[in-house]
């Protein structure tokens, strides 16, 4: 079940307008979802407008006039079909703070998964990479356009997502988020966990990680009551990852529960995570640092980030506890 973040997420929204470029055939197809999610964010006072290019013709008049009927609230802008609908929306005021592009599918890589988030500059250096985008042809020199205008600081963030029931929605107050953000103004912190949304979120992201076989169950309660020892990262203010202080011994922590949102996963959330773990710990003394996993994406992260796998004699009794379970193992200096 989908979890609805909207305090959190609602408060980065407060004050900023949400844009949504729809070309014309996905707004007849999907014209019942887009409206139902533009008039929930007007529910949650936010401010929004709608670019469509449905020709200004007699047979749409009774469709231009439901629109306006049902989202008194949004500024609804018809862009002419006689010109480039997207050059036009990304060079319109209203595109500053946040602008959504409703396509058939969200950006993929050549394996065909979803890619969640990435920057300009990743953008640019996997250009290749990507499959057919958006099931829109014309859709690689938008991309173009998009890093242009996000470079520029014309724009904050563009997200492109698959029409569909619940699509901004979910792309707007969830963790998971339902397509891909292009973005360069992701700001990061590393903290320990402080309330009860923080737990809820941690849980949510650990589950993800269960679901998939690397991950032990920890409960809710179990989080709760060792909130001290959970620390997260951060992106604009919402928890995307997190990970597990377990104590060793005075010169040993085990980096646990070490867990990336799916939505920015290959972003290099994890370096950042172990990174900062790592100097937190180091702040409060230890030196020494081993985890245990199976994820093949944590064996690669480890190794890049300086860790040995090795099974060392003076944590053989952790070992014995995850048989079969590579161990990885750094030690720093006492520089911070």
Not at 226 to 254: H, P, S, W, Y
């Amino acid at each position: 079940m989908v979890q609805l973040y909207l305090k959190e997420y609602a408060g980065n929204l407060a004050g900023q307008r949400v844009s949504i470029g729809c070309r014309e055939g996905i707004l007849r197809d999907h014209y019942r979802e887009i409206v139902a999610d533009i008039k929930f964010l007007a529910r949650n006072t936010i401010a929004t407008t709608l670019f469509h290019n449905l020709p200004n013709r007699f047979a749409n008049q009774k469709l231009l006039s439901d629109l306006s009927r049902r989202l008194p609230d949004t500024r609804l802008i018809r862009i002419s079909p006689d010109v480039e609908f997207y050059q036009t929306v990304l060079h319109h005021p209203d595109t500053l703070y946040k602008l959504i592009f409703l396509e058939r599918r969200y950006l993929s890589d050549k394996k065909g998964n979803k890619i969640n988030a990435i920057t300009t500059s990743r953008v640019r250096q996997a250009h290749g990479d990507f499959s057919d985008l958006i099931a829109n042809v014309n859709f690689r020199g938008t991309i173009n356009q998009i890093c242009e205008r996000i470079e520029a600081g014309f724009c904050e963030r563009v997200h492109i997502l698959p029409a569909g029931k619940n699509t901004i929605k979910h792309e707007l107050f969830t963790v998971e988020g339902t397509g891909t953000m292009v973005a360069n103004n992701f700001t990061e912190t590393f903290r320990q966990v402080k309330s009860d949304t923080d737990v809820a979120i941690v849980c949510r992201i650990l589950t993800m990680y269960k679901r998939a076989g690397f991950l032990r169950s920890r409960s809710k309660e179990y989080v709760d009551r060792n909130r001290l020892r959970f620390f997260v990262t951060a992106i604009d203010g919402i928890v995307v990852g997190c990970v597990e202080q377990k104590i060793v011994d005075e010169q040993t922590v085990e980096i646990g529960a070490l867990a990336i949102s799916t939505r920015f996963r290959n972003q290099r959330v994890g370096v950042y995570t172990v990174n900062s773990f790592i100097r937190t710990m180091q702040e409060a003394g230890y030196r020494r640092f081993i985890s245990l996993t199976a994820n093949p994406r944590l064996e690669n992260l480890f190794l890049q980030l300086g860790f040995r796998q090795e099974s060392r004699r003076e944590y053989r009794f952790r070992q014995e506890k995850s048989p079969g379970v590579k161990m990885f193992f750094k030690s720093v200096s006492d520089t911070i």
